[in-house]
């Protein structure tokens, strides 16, 4: 557990085929029982998913596809700064 709170948040974009509601609410679930994801977007029209968490984003990607049994493809990866060390690095200079 002590590794998880290390990793930085991280929010990402998926690309994931979601053919069916059956293939949608599958994924649904598959998000709700990851607890690193803190939140997510289902688009499914444009078949993308969007995770945010503290997560390592391959981990994610291989969980999704092996729970899925579908292609993952990683669209875009932003780190996103913690407020509390962000504060930390105004405060100490």
């Keep these: 557990m002590s590794g998880r709170a290390s990793l930085k948040l991280c929010c990402m974009v998926l690309r994931l085929n979601i053919d069916c509601y059956g293939c949608f609410r599958k994924l649904r679930r598959t998000l709700l029982n990851m607890k690193e994801i803190e939140t997510h977007l289902i688009e499914k029209q444009q078949c993308k998913v969007s995770v ?3 997560l ?3 981990d994610v990607a ?4 092996k729970k899925m049994n579908r292609r993952v493809e990683i669209l875009e990866i932003n780190e996103v700064e913690d407020e509390q060390t962000e504060q930390n690095q105004i405060t100490s200079q």
């Design 62 to 65: 291989i969980k999704i596809r």
């Design 56 to 58: 390592r984003p391959s």
């Design 52 to 54: 945010c968490g503290r």
